[in-house]
């Protein structure tokens, strides 16, 4: 089976409309849970696959959105730990977690595997050996690239009609906390040891599209910049969004001397909805929208950190 990568350099490394290409060649290959193809007298029959696996818990996310659950045969194992997964872990529980070994992908006969660009060299030839396709999607750094990335694994699970219904979900939550006001809020997202998101990430993208200005961007850090809480303290923004651990602890984003910013609004943010996009942007949209309308319905922060 021919796989997507030379597909694409026989496109000359255009990658538009390859989704559709590649849905071509797994229909025309039986890949989706049709006959294999028929074996010369005398050889060994190849191996019938079908369906899909996804080793990304992003991807899983939006697989499960557009997919009929008998095309996928298996979620990454990050979906159903709750520490890690970016969809609800009691349906990624419904399937089969992989951890992304060639030998758990071979034994489900896949037709098709979808996951990111950190694919090793060796896995991508083992695949590629098997016959199986190989699609890898980067991290979306913003809207556009992940309602792209939500038609192009619809393409790929045969679903355009349901990808389509997804992103126009998508863009009536984004529509709905956009923001009454033109003023940027001020806002900070503070992850786990004092790590800040850069400019060009989702996250960011849809603090501008919520009201808020990057209060990390301003200060000219970029993505994984440290921030130390000496410089939150002397120039602190008008909201904290702290994305620590999902039990909430974390030393620094929780330390006393926050509640002394009285200015400032301090409130927990799942740090679950930063790097996904999918339908994960649905629930990053809605929290983000009640956050902004905290700031601006209150002067002046809690002692203690603001609940969802």
């Excluded at 919520?210 to 921030?227: E, H, P």
């Excluded at 002397?234 to 974390?250: Q, T, Y």
Aim: aromatic residues 2%; charged residues 20%.
């Amino acid at each position: 089976m021919a796989i997507v990568r030379v597909a694409e350099r026989r496109a000359g490394g255009d990658r538009r409309g390859i989704g559709a290409r590649v849905s071509l060649l797994l229909a025309a290959t039986g890949a989706l849970g049709l006959a294999g193809c028929a074996a010369a007298p005398g050889s060994t029959p190849a191996p019938v696959r079908s369906g899909i696996v996804s080793l990304n818990p992003c991807t899983d996310a939006v697989l499960a959105e557009v997919a009929d659950p008998g095309q996928i045969r298996a979620l990454s194992a990050y979906s159903s730990d709750p520490g890690s997964s970016s969809m609800d872990v009691a349906v990624a529980r419904r399937f089969p977690a992989v951890s992304g070994t060639v030998e758990e992908i071979a034994a489900l006969r896949p037709a098709l595997v979808i996951g990111g660009t950190f694919t090793p060299p060796a896995t991508r030839a083992a695949l590629a050996r098997l016959g199986i396709a190989l699609v890898e999607l980067p991290i979306a750094r913003d809207v556009p690239e992940s309602l792209a990335q939500v038609r192009r694994i619809a393409a790929l699970a045969g679903q355009p009609a349901r990808g389509e219904a997804l992103v126009g979900r998508i863009e009536g939550a984004l529509a709905a906390a956009r923001p009454a006001h033109s003023r940027a809020v001020s806002a900070l997202v503070w992850q786990s040891g004092g790590i800040v998101p850069g400019e060009a990430s989702l996250i960011a993208d849809l603090l501008r599209r919520t009201g808020f200005s990057n209060a990390a961007a301003a200060r000219g850090l970029g993505q994984a910049d440290y921030l130390p809480l000496e410089r939150v303290l002397i120039d602190p923004p008008e909201v904290i969004l702290a994305a620590g651990g999902r039990d909430g602890a974390d030393r620094l984003l929780n330390h006393p001397v926050l509640t002394g910013l009285t200015a400032t609004r301090r409130v927990p943010f799942d740090s679950a909805l930063l790097w996904c996009g999918g339908p994960t942007i649905i629930r990053a949209a809605a929290r983000l929208a009640q956050v902004r309308r905290m700031a601006e319905g209150a002067g002046s922060a809690s002692p203690r950190p603001d609940t969802p």
